[in-house]
């Protein structure tokens, strides 16, 4: 039952504490838009994402303005357009992309995610037509995200792929210089990648997913820490419990959420993704939850058993307020767009090997991290590799989406806007891994994956 208390509860978890609802996300199915004609196929998917889309963003500004909660975007993830462009004759998919980007303008999303490709054991050549085309896809939309998923616990690592990326990272980062590389934030590479997940640049429709699903991501870091505040002196078991209790609340809202938007747009209720996914705001950080708990910086020794404790007590609380508990869900460490990890690297407490030991325990990966514009093609394809091992050896969903900054090097800062934030230029490693990743082949899947 509702009580002043709850209602009191609530209403400060929102106006002080930065509670809201990150994304309604709606996945179509694009697989019967298929046609060996990709002028016929593009015609198919923009008039089936507008018929789909087209009360999406409405809906939410209603429920926003009903329910009080903020829903910060509404976006719309597709079939991987590699499986359904492969029967078409193109040479490249840049059209394709453009037909997306148009359709997210057209029915008002901010993101449209699933120019994606699947690759994690080899490729098609529809995967190969759309590996190439990401650099300039992302360079002529403003609204179209891409992935690629490079390795699987099942499958293991695809290392043409892992090399491959690096140099279409690089490539995206050099046609989009003018504005600080920003193509390349709109671009994840995966191991183990999810078919529900709701959140950008990593979102598409998977396809043993329904023709459309309402899928809901909600965040709230400000009334996680806020909760720990009050916990001075208290023991590591309180300060989980209390996290797995305030994950609750904010995964009910959620769930009310997603709900409604299932039934006023007549499409079915997927998945709630509980992830804390931060924003540059003061008072919106995971970082300062981690710091609340007892480190000094982000960064420190602790970090990572710090980062542990938060994202296994959020899934805890998460899984007993929503029977459909999806996605990502657990806590994401972006550097771009957390104001205290933006601290920590200025200050020097955070480090790029610190950020890849946390990426173990957390909820997705190397996330939004800017490095220096020189770095060699390989280079990254090693931090794609170490990062897509990590995921494939603990059976995660793990990802990189970083951002060589062409022109930029340690001690600048490159600033993409919006919620995607600014990042000081962080270092890598200056010795190569060249030979390594030229090797090519593939990292066979781990003894423990063989479970049938």
């Not at 993830?77 to 057209?106: C, F, H, N, W």
């Not at 690759?119 to 179209?144: A, Q, W």
């Amino acid at each position: 039952m509702l009580n002043i208390n709850s209602i009191t509860e609530t209403i400060t978890m929102i106006q002080k504490e930065k509670l809201d609802i990150r994304t309604i996300t709606m996945g179509i199915s694009l697989l019967d838009c298929q046609d060996t004609d990709g002028n016929k196929s593009r015609q198919k998917i923009y008039e089936k994402i507008n018929k789909y889309g087209e009360n999406l963003v409405k809906v939410g500004e209603e429920l926003e303005q009903e329910f009080g909660i903020p829903i910060i975007n509404k976006r719309i993830a597709v079939t991987p357009i590699s499986l359904v462009a492969g029967s078409s004759m193109d040479e490249d998919y840049i059209e394709y992309g453009k037909v997306l980007d148009r359709a997210a303008q057209e029915v008002g999303v901010n993101f449209i995610g699933g120019f994606s490709a699947l690759v994690h054991k080899g490729y098609t050549k529809g995967d190969e037509i759309l590996i190439k085309s990401i650099p300039h896809v992302l360079k002529e939309t403003e609204r179209v995200c891409a992935s690629v998923n490079v390795g699987s616990t099942k499958a293991g690592i695809n290392m043409k792929a892992v090399k491959e990326m690096g140099e279409i990272i690089k490539k995206t980062a050099i046609l989009t210089q003018n504005r600080d590389s920003i193509g390349c934030a709109k671009l994840v590479v995966f191991a183990n990648s999810v078919e529900d997940n709701p959140f950008m640049a990593g979102a598409y429709h998977g396809v043993g997913e329904p023709e459309a699903v309402i899928n809901v991501g909600v965040s709230g870091p400000g009334v996680v820490k806020s909760a720990i505040e009050k916990l001075k002196g208290n023991s590591i078991d309180m300060v989980a419990e209390t996290i797995k209790r305030t994950a609750f609340k904010i995964t009910r809202a959620g769930q009310l959420i997603g709900n409604e938007a299932s039934k006023r747009l007549g499409i079915p209720f997927g998945i709630l993704d509980l992830s804390l996914a931060p924003t540059p705001d003061i008072g919106d950080s995971v970082a300062r939850i981690l710091e609340e708990i007892g480190l000094e910086s982000c960064g420190a020794h602790g970090t990572t058993a710090a980062l542990a404790l938060l994202n296994d007590a959020v899934k805890k609380g998460g899984i007993m307020a929503s029977s459909h508990v999806g996605g990502l869900s657990g806590a994401f460490i972006p550097v771009s767009e957390d104001e205290g990890m933006i601290e920590a690297v200025k200050i020097g407490s955070l480090t790029f090997d610190k950020l890849e030991a946390m990426t173990s325990v957390c909820s997705v990966g190397l996330d939004m991290i800017a490095i220096p514009g020189d770095t060699p093609a390989t280079t990254i394809s090693g931090i794609i590799a170490d990062e897509a091992a990590i995921g494939v050896i603990n059976n995660k969903t793990t990802a990189v989406r970083i951002i060589p900054v062409i022109g930029k090097d340690i001690g600048d800062k490159a600033i993409f806007g919006g919620l995607l934030g600014y990042a000081p230029i962080m270092g890598v490693n200056k010795f190569s891994c060249k030979d390594f990743i030229n090797r090519l082949g593939r990292i066979p899947a781990p003894v423990h994956s063989f479970k049938n």
